[in-house]
């Protein structure tokens, strides 16, 4: 397809390009009115007169920026009234206009000519990256930032080399985006910092998309990586959108970077209940469940001996990162149930006053007002 679109070009470039080449455009020549009988005193003039205008030549047509209607709407030059009214000022515009197009429409196709040779350029040098960078498996985000990175690069010089083609000035034009490219700079500091810290991101490789991530109490998958965003989905179907440098500024808890994800419920129990009973009875509850990884095995520990309880913890693995917050929600209503029907009681917080009554007897207290000593 490109080698059929390149051979169009270059014979219709090679078409028109001929009259360019030699300098010369074909006009055909203006007729022109016969003057009268001239006079007798011009007797020795010669008989014959010229009755056409010499042919104007392609090297003697304005480029359109030359033109006078061109420099008056730029604001270079004035219009005057007797212009205005004037007939052959404005056929003399249209003969200007004319060959200024006839002799821009070479450098047009040659311009369209170097863009097509860098545009072609730019989708063999792609295919290779993206493929190199695919069986490297390198993330997919990566893939379309460099990809991004590559288009506008060569797409850029070509555009360039493109424009300098058809007389723009590239050097003028280059020095005028360099400084709106510093004031911008200055405005977006914020934004160029989010580029920065998803640049390094990319490098240093904190997760990938498809990792299931916890930042800032969030727990999520992520989405995407872009250079001002990193886009995750929630559990409950929510996309969080965070900052670059937020990603990188924060704690991180990456949970697919292990095969295995650990899974913890805490639940207390009375003081008077048995340890051992009840850590038999949290085990129960994971028999036969095919989402619960057997090596390591779960296990029941005691995490504090807190005011009210005793705290136990059941911890067990899991394949499916995906599955901690269900797989958590589910066994903790699991293990209520279970010490429930096994008669083993959760104690709510509470204080418990103990008084000692032999002590509160042998007590007495001295009345202030009579000196009498009163027994309690």
Partial sequence: ???????????????????????????????????????????????????????????????????????????????????????????????????????????????????????????????????????????????????????????????????????????????????????????????????????VIFWDRPFKVGDWIEIDGVYAQVQRVTFRSTRLAAGNGDIVIMPNTTMLSSKVRNRSTNPMTQVKIEIGIAYRESIATARAVLLATTDGDSRICAEPPPGVSVTACADSSVNLALQFWTGCEELEGTLRAEYLEKAKNALDTAGISIPFPHVQLVVEPAAAAEASIENPLTNQSIAA
């Fill in 1 to 199: 397809m490109y080698r059929t679109l390149l051979i169009a070009i270059a014979a219709a470039l090679a078409i028109l390009w001929t009259p360019a080449a030699s300098g010369q455009f074909f006009v055909p020549p203006i007729p022109q009115q016969q003057e009268a009988e001239p006079a007798p005193a011009a007797a020795t003039q010669p008989a014959t007169q010229p009755t056409t205008q010499p042919a104007v030549t392609g090297a003697d047509a304005k480029d359109l920026g030359e033109i006078d209607l061109i420099k008056v709407i730029k604001g270079e030059k004035a219009l005057t009234a007797e212009q205005i009214f004037q007939l052959g000022y404005w056929v003399d515009f249209a003969k200007d206009f004319v060959f200024g197009i006839m002799k821009f429409i070479p450098k047009l196709f040659a311009a369209v000519f170097l863009f097509g040779i860098f545009w072609v350029i730019y989708r063999f040098a792609r295919k290779i990256l993206v493929g190199a960078m695919a069986t490297a498996g390198v993330d997919q985000s990566i893939r379309d930032m460099l990809a991004s990175l590559l288009k506008w690069s060569i797409l850029g010089f070509g555009l360039v080399i493109a424009g300098n083609q058809i007389g723009i000035q590239i050097a003028a034009l280059l020095t005028g985006v360099s400084i709106v490219g510093l004031a911008i700079g200055f405005a977006a500091q914020e934004t160029l910092a989010n580029f920065i810290a998803g640049i």
